[in-house]
């Protein structure tokens, strides 16, 4: 069984900086893709990044701007969402979520094991 732990989230304002954490744990290994989504209730989840475990190579949706950046630290089995320059828009559950092997996708449904989420208010 996999674990996926999200933390970090809470109240900021806007133009504040918060980062996100995620940690994997059970039966796993390195070969996989985490990514980050985000859901406001009644709009469709949405993606945000993701990143390959063992090459660390990193996607992030066009719509964040850059103010975010995804990283990983495998040693200790945890992925980071650093969020910089934060709008009332970001306002959000953000989730987390892993899948097998190499492969960058922002597809929601591509992914196998999610966390519970962790809230996201920015205040303007």
């Known amino acids: 069984q996999v674990h996926v732990v999200e933390s970090g989230g809470g109240l900021v304002q806007t133009g504040d900086s918060l980062r996100l954490s995620c940690t994997i744990s059970?039966?796993?290994?390195?070969?996989?893709?985490m990514g980050w989504f985000r859901q406001v209730p009644g709009i469709e989840r949405e993606f945000v990044a993701a990143i390959t475990l063992i090459t660390g190579v990193p996607a992030h949706a066009n719509s964040i701007g850059g103010r975010f950046a995804i990283s990983r630290d495998n040693a200790k089995g945890t992925m980071y969402l650093q969020m910089n320059s934060l709008k009332p828009d970001d306002t959000a559950i953000y989730y987390c979520a892993a899948r097998h092997g190499q492969v960058l996708s922002s597809t929601s449904d591509q992914y196998d094991y999610w966390g519970q989420g962790t809230r996201v208010t920015v205040s303007s």
């Open positions: 059970g039966r796993t290994d390195s070969d996989q893709t």
